[in-house]
């Protein structure tokens, strides 16, 4: 009926993780968001889903949780024993996964396609992959959060402009509406896992046309928040971008609206 696979983390003492697990689950319960949600679990957003997607933080005897669940499928985080960090994907329906596969069809015919996990026990390694996978995705995600020591070398390297073969490229400001919207745009969970072209942001900001979106594109790549996959026009995020992109969220809803909100 359940299904579940643990990444621990072990920290030497209890103090070097109590020190930045409550800032870790804070975080989390303000920037993770539904597509999000469905990225950890290797799902993208669709407009017909009619599930429940969201977070929960509850307080326990035996520590604090965090839980972000997409139906009947869920990836928490929490403290066990104040001194393991454990990552946990699990679900009650594990058809909600899909895998590459051979497949039956009505009419006797068979081929290999992408399908849904069977309920038996020979989906058990396919199962193992998908959930640390997921483990490994959101590990990935809350290791962008906080990272003191070179927060200011990354804040200038993206924010001060530079010169490029005799063309001045501008930083991004992160209190601007227009930047910002575009990075969060690229930020889009099922980016994560599939990459973006010049027509996916189109779609998003469609009051951009594509020459304006190639010159974006183009100033992100000259600041190193995205990269470009080979030969290809598709490209992917940089840990840099997600680091940043999460930051400035985190700054603009926990500190800088609710303190002008008086």
């Known amino acids: 009926m359940q299904a579940e696979y643990a990444t621990d983390i072990v920290f030497k ?35 017909r889903y009619q599930g429940e997607i969201g977070n929960n933080y509850n ?24 001194k393991i960090l454990r990552i946990e994907t699990s679900t009650n329906d594990v058809k909600f996964f899909k895998h590459y596969r051979e497949v039956e069809h009505r009419n006797g015919e068979k081929s290999m396609q992408y399908a849904a996990l069977k309920k038996n026990i020979y989906s058990l ?5 998908l959930f640390r996978a997921s483990n490994k995705r959101y590990l990935e995600f809350i290791s962008a959060f906080d990272n003191k020591d070179a927060g200011r070398k990354k804040l200038n390297k993206i924010t001060k402009s530079k010169s490029v073969n005799n063309r001045n490229y501008k930083g991004f400001n992160l209190f601007s509406d227009h ?5 969060l745009t690229v930020l889009r969970g099922e980016y994560n896992i599939s990459g973006f072209r010049n ?17 974006l594109i183009k100033r992100l790549n000259i600041f190193g928040l995205i990269k470009k996959v080979g030969k290809t026009y598709k490209y992917y995020l940089t840990k840099l971008a997600k680091e940043v992109i999460i930051t400035a969220e985190r700054l603009k809803e926990t500190v800088l609206i609710p303190a002008l909100n008086y």
Request: charged share 30%.
């Open 13 to 47: 003492k209890q103090e070097y993780l109590q020190d930045i697990y409550s800032e870790l689950t804070a975080t989390a319960i303000h920037t993770v968001k539904p597509d999000n949600v469905a990225t950890f679990l290797g799902h993208k957003v669709d407009p």
């Open 59 to 82: 307080i326990r005897i035996e520590g604090s949780r965090i839980k972000h669940s997409m139906g009947k499928s869920s990836i928490k985080m929490y403290d066990k024993f104040s």
């Open 125 to 129: 390694v396919p199962l193992i992959i």
């Open 179 to 183: 930047d910002l919207s575009l990075l």
């Open 199 to 215: 027509k996916d942001i189109r779609m998003r900001l469609p009051d951009f046309n594509s020459g304006k979106i190639s010159r």
